[in-house]
DNA sequence: TGCCGAAGTTCATGCCGTGAACTAACTTCG
DNA sequence: CGAAGTTAGTTCACGGCATGAACTTCGGCA
């Protein structure tokens, strides 16, 4: 009943285009889509792993492996500056501070490819809403 | 200097949340996200294996093991009805066919949840949008 | 016949996420 | 103070998933 066809269907597709464009950049750049991404949520202050955890949605043992893997390779790296000796938080190293920036700029850069067959105004409505979306589903970091 | 902040972060944003609402769908039905693209592809025809690595994007030995693991499960089955004794055509069970409908209608019914809080004008939009992107840059049924 | 290429498969490896059990550190309250 | 409960984070075993390399089978072609 729903017109044309499967409006769910055409956002699963979607995800699948941006996910394997965002995942082909990611590779270019060594990384996985997962480091990726922990690596430019952490990119410019540190966070506790709780919240880190809320931010990208999943669960605190599956960060913790996470965080494991990109630590081993330098990107990033554990602190424990509160008095509170529980909580860790998660900064970049300078290593990691460079790849981040390097991926971040390369997606802004050739992510919004996938859109280029859009019209200008079709383009302006997608940022829109895009931003609209995102910012409205995910805990996140604003 | 790109304007606002991050268009290419905003569609990975945006794809992240489609995924994890989709994901969440497929393990109400019992499924991975794998598993339900797979079967929705192949829910109306049998598809040739390379097609079908074509149409998700994966590569042939990637899709060899999908199928096993969603054959295991009976969902799906493996033909070879072409007098080329090398092809391969896969094909959905009865069981398959029932989960896949029930599937692909909770994805109408629920993925749209994710933009409820858009205009009904920027609903729209992204309907026409996403069906775009998608058609254009999956090699793709249609 | 003999050789090349295409269709699928298999194997080993590594990443990723889950559930369950665990440690260590803080908090509460008698 | 000190025992009970809570919170932050980790560990482990397991399964799904993707990749690269090697392999089998079959068709095409000379």
Redesign the pocket.
């Known amino acids: 009943m729903t017109e044309s066809q499967g409006f769910g269907d055409m956002l699963v597709w979607l995800s699948l285009v941006i996910q394997r464009r965002y995942?082909q950049i990611c590779t270019d750049h060594d990384?996985?889509?997962?480091?990726a991404s922990l690596l430019c949520v952490v990119k410019d202050r540190p966070l506790?792993?709780?919240?880190?955890?809320a931010n990208?949605g999943?669960?605190?043992?599956?960060?913790?492996?996470?965080?494991?893997?990109?630590e081993?390779r330098g990107l990033v790296q554990?602190e424990s500056p509160e008095?509170?000796?529980?909580?860790?938080?998660l900064g970049v190293t300078p290593a990691g501070k460079k790849v981040a920036e390097a991926l971040y700029a390369d997606v802004a850069d050739r992510l919004p490819d996938i859109a280029a067959d859009l019209s200008p105004d079709d383009q302006q409505h997608l940022r829109r809403i895009a931003t609209l979306i995102a910012t409205a589903n995910l805990p996140g970091p604003c």
Chains 1, 2 share one sequence.
């Open positions: 995942a990384l996985t889509s997962a480091q506790r792993m709780a919240e880190l955890a990208l999943m669960a605190k043992n599956a960060l913790s492996q996470l965080v494991d893997r990109t081993r554990r008095p509170d000796r529980r909580v860790i938080t």
